[in-house]
């Protein structure tokens, strides 16, 4: 991305390669990382090069009376920036117009710090972050919303006002076919649409025999709602309210009907497979589920002792993975039962050393 302005002072973008070597920086990283535990092909997915990201944070920089979008930056903490080439073209577009209508107003600029932006197929949301009171400002911020025509959240401590939509509605193409979800503004998101898209259609396609398949940490079912289609039975585990309410409104809106949501803490859940009673399942038979599959998709510090030693338990894993350096340690012990199978990359942030894999990893026989 050599053509951005900003290159080499925001520290967003780390990686300054023509896209073709980062990706072979990126493969020949992943091979040596892994080249104890496996020395098949590793698949490599790539991403649009810009406007690739549907969620983008940005700081608010007050300079005398200017306000600017700012950068971390690799010299300084507030890199001005006036535009981010990584970011969905809905977002480039709005970022002006909204800054001027922020300029504009004194009350809107006085004491903003942050604004985030999530884009979707169908909506656009903006988030406002205040320190002063924004109940001051209720009726600015309704009519900042009216003029952008967005979704506005205003935040201050302890405070949040909200106008329009908080929940905001998506769809994926997966293998040929649409998907639909809903989600609150503060669900986690795979922020590169085309490859959470690529990603999905991936797992689906090398899942070997399934019969049901047991999800870990489901959030609103990005995998779960597509997967649901391969397997018999699919027992999806989250423990966030808000989340487990949208999955079940996601199942809603895609004809799911083979879908046993549980919100429950992962201790629990083991401890239930383990025979455990707990009143939350008094309606769920779980040695009723013939699990095949087990789906994890862990934070970057990776899954503790305890979850690798449950997961092992189960002849077919499917593990994502957005932290290289966690997944070799996981895979260092899971591989003592398991073998790798398929290993994929996935450029989730281009021009980054980031790299998401997913590994699915089967059982040895005896």
């Not at 996981?330 to 990359?345: G, Q, S, Y």
């Amino acid at each position: 991305m050599g053509f951005c302005k900003h290159l080499g002072e925001c520290g967003s973008c780390t990686l300054n390669l023509p896209y073709d070597e980062q990706i072979s920086y990126k493969k020949e990283f992943i091979k040596e990382l892994f080249s104890q535990i496996y020395s098949g092909e590793f698949e490599f997915f790539r991403s649009p090069k810009t406007g690739y990201r549907i969620r983008a944070e940005f700081g608010l920089y007050h300079e005398k009376d200017e306000l600017f979008y700012t950068m971390n930056g690799t010299k300084q903490r507030h890199l001005k920036v006036d535009e981010c080439l990584k970011v969905d073209s809905k977002i480039a577009n709005l970022m002006p117009p909204l800054l001027n209508e922020l300029k504009n107003s004194d009350k809107l600029k006085f004491k903003v710090f942050g604004v985030e932006f999530v884009v979707t197929k169908n909506d656009i949301l903006v988030i406002l972050l205040y320190h002063r009171n924004i109940l001051e400002i209720q009726n600015e911020l309704s009519n900042l919303s009216q003029i952008l025509g967005v979704n506005l959240i205003a935040r201050s401590r302890g405070k949040k006002l909200v106008f329009g939509n908080e929940n905001l509605s998506e769809s994926l193409l997966i293998n040929g076919r649409e998907f639909k979800y809903t989600f609150e503004s503060g669900a986690f998101i795979q922020p590169n649409k085309s490859v959470n898209e690529q990603m999905i259609s991936w797992v689906l396609k090398n899942i070997d025999k399934p019969k049901d398949l047991l999800e870990m940490y489901c959030g609103y079912g990005n995998f779960t709602i597509p997967l649901s289609f391969k397997f018999r039975a699919v027992l999806a585990n989250e423990i966030s309210k808000n989340a487990i309410k949208n999955a079940l409104k996601n199942c809603e809106l895609n004809g799911v009907s083979n879908i046993e949501f549980l919100r429950m803490d992962s201790n629990d859940l083991m401890s239930a497979f383990k025979g455990v009673k707990f009143n939350r399942l008094k309606d769920v038979d779980l040695k009723a589920f013939k699990i095949s599959h087990i789906l994890v998709d862990p934070p970057r510090a990776g899954l503790s002792g305890k979850v690798i030693n449950f997961i092992k338990n189960y002849e077919n894993i499917i593990y994502v993975s957005c932290n290289p350096l966690t997944l070799k340690e996981n895979l260092d012990e899971i591989c003592k039962t398991h073998k790798v199978v398929k290993f994929a990359l996935f450029d989730q942030f281009p021009h980054t050393k980031h790299v998401e894999s997913i590994v699915i990893l089967k059982k040895y026989k005896g």
